[in-house]
């Protein structure tokens, strides 16, 4: 039997506080709203009860911030692909930000499990002066128990209509991909941070967002692994390899903090579910 689940989430500014309203259809559900950084930046857990997707498994969300409303949304476990015959397991999450809005995406890792046929879909809508932070981290296989990927086939796309689009398909059986110097070179976790405005980010704020970065990832024993780069006005991206996930996630954490001091003047205390 396969799963076909719908999240609706919206964010709106009431009277300087940043409230969440929701609708579901299937498994997918939005743990009670914190406040720990005060009413302004609303935090929510997004829970998927079942715990993994697999062949004819489908997740859309739609989440829209409201002006000035600050949203910020994490996951209490990894998003497994696990194995499919033949049907592809789908995530689709459209997020779509009013002018002055402000959201955070910060799932932790998808893991693709050997012979899952897997695709995850984000594509930002962002309006003028709207500001996206989030992330994105892909485990392939589970090296440390010894589960490697060897079979399947993994889709990810990442969109700004009209600003930025990074779309990719990797094949368990593509060795050249994933073990080349030019590819994955042997490693089996890829992990993105990146901040995207609904107009361009001013080139001082946008060149020091850099810096920071650069300087972050530097001292960080992923150095090797990982670079900051701006492929366009409006997006500024950190990306890294790893053998695991851990260190992958290390470092955009560090980077996120960072960023957030930098963007938002906002310290970036973690969210509560990472540490149960």
């Known amino acids: 039997m396969s799963w076909h689940a719908q999240l609706q989430l919206d964010y ?5 506080k940043t409230v969440a309203r929701h609708s579901h259809h299937g498994p ?26 697999v062949g004819g498994d489908t997740l859309d969300l739609e989440i829209t911030a409201e002006p000035g409303a600050h949203g910020l949304i994490t996951t209490p476990g990894a ?19 009013a002018a002055q809005a402000r959201l955070e995406w910060l799932p932790l890792e998808a893991i693709c499990y050997n012979q899952c046929l897997a695709e995850n879909h984000l594509t930002l809508n962002l309006g003028h002066g709207a500001e996206f932070m989030g992330w994105d981290v892909t485990a392939l296989g589970l090296p440390l128990a010894n589960q490697p990927f060897e079979r399947g086939s993994f889709l990810q796309h990442i969109e700004v209509p009209g600003v930025w689009l990074e779309r990719g398909q990797i094949q368990a059986q593509d060795h050249r991909l994933l073990n080349g110097p030019a590819g994955l070179a042997g490693q089996r976790c890829l992990a993105t941070l990146f901040f995207a405005c609904g107009s361009k980010i001013e080139r001082g704020r946008r060149e020091q967002a850099l810096e920071l970065a650069r300087t972050v990832v530097a001292s960080h024993p992923l150095h090797q692994l990982a670079g900051a780069t701006s492929p366009d006005g409006q997006v500024i991206l950190v990306r890294t390899l790893a053998s695991v996930v851990e260190p992958a996630i290390d470092l955009l954490r560090q980077v996120w903090v960072a960023w957030r001091r930098h963007f938002w003047d906002q310290s970036a205390p973690s969210p509560r579910i990472w540490s149960t």
Request: hydrophobic share 40%; net charge positive; proline share 6%.
């Open 79 to 97: 998003t497994r692909f696990y194995r499919s015959a033949s049907q592809a397991a789908i995530q689709r999450t459209h997020i779509t930000l």
């Open 12 to 16: 709106r500014l009431e009277a300087g």
């Open 28 to 53: 997918l559900r939005i743990l009670q709203s914190l406040y720990p950084e005060g009413d302004a930046i609303c935090h929510n857990v997004l829970v998927h009860p079942p715990g993994g997707l």
